[in-house]
């Protein structure tokens, strides 16, 4: 079955910095590729997401890229600020199926002022 | 947010006891699931269903059994709850796949 490695598990970045998480997938059919965004004492929201006939895709300061030889595919988010720090979960699923998609591990991501 | 509801919000229960936790949705949306969160596993399958009385097992499924009579409502039984099913459990929607709305969560603790 699918496995998801994702890192780092956290990360310490200042204002204003850019912050890269990344994950790796061992299913070369997974197609679907979601982060979600948790903030202490909330629910998951989905964040953004990319399917694996792009490359990349952006929205506003962050942006996702997949590398489907290498299996692997990465969040970026730019200019940084504090209301970014909360736990990242990427996902990878066959056919965007939901009862297919398995999460990664999560990296907990600090912005400090 | 969309219209997702999960009851209770809090729970501690003695092992051994049955436990039936609630999802109540109001967004009409066909995919309902059931997750459970803990630390260092990200967020588990446990049962999830794409309609009302078809459900699926999930990736954890073990010791916990699901029902879907009506479209809004999701209800997960853990049906001898042991020490094991201490976590955080989130409902999510979808009206495609994957899950795109998640609950608020429910702790639960077995004692």
């Known amino acids: 079955g699918e496995n998801v490695e994702q890192h780092p598990s956290t990360l310490s970045v200042q204002e204003g910095d850019s912050a890269v998480i990344k994950c790796t997938y061992s299913?070369?059919?997974?197609?679907?590729f979601p982060w979600y965004k948790q903030e202490l004492g909330k629910r998951p929201q989905l964040i953004i997401d990319i399917r694996s006939n792009v490359g990349e895709k952006k929205d506003q300061r962050i942006a996702v890229t997949l590398n489907k030889t290498a299996k692997h595919f990465s969040l970026h988010i730019t200019e940084t600020q504090p209301e970014d720090s909360a736990v990242y979960f990427c996902a990878a699923s066959r056919n965007g199926a939901g009862d297919k998609l398995i999460f990664g591990t999560g990296t907990r991501l600090q912005v400090f002022p | 947010d969309a219209g997702i509801t999960q009851s209770p919000r809090h729970k501690v229960t003695e092992t051994g006891t049955p436990v039936t936790l609630r999802c109540h949705q109001t967004e009409n949306h066909r995919y309902m699931y059931w997750y459970r969160q803990d630390p260092g596993h990200g967020l588990r399958l446990i049962h999830y269903s794409y309609g009302v009385k078809d459900t699926d097992k999930g990736e954890v499924s073990d010791g916990y059994s699901v029902s879907r009579s009506k479209t809004e409502d999701f209800l997960l039984t853990l049906e001898s709850a042991t020490s094991s099913q201490t976590s955080v459990y989130f409902c999510?929607?979808?009206?495609?796949?994957?899950?795109?709305?998640f609950g608020q969560g429910t702790r639960l603790t077995v004692v």
């Open positions: 999510a929607i979808s009206e495609s796949n994957p899950p795109a709305f």
């Open positions: 299913d070369s059919a997974s197609n679907y």
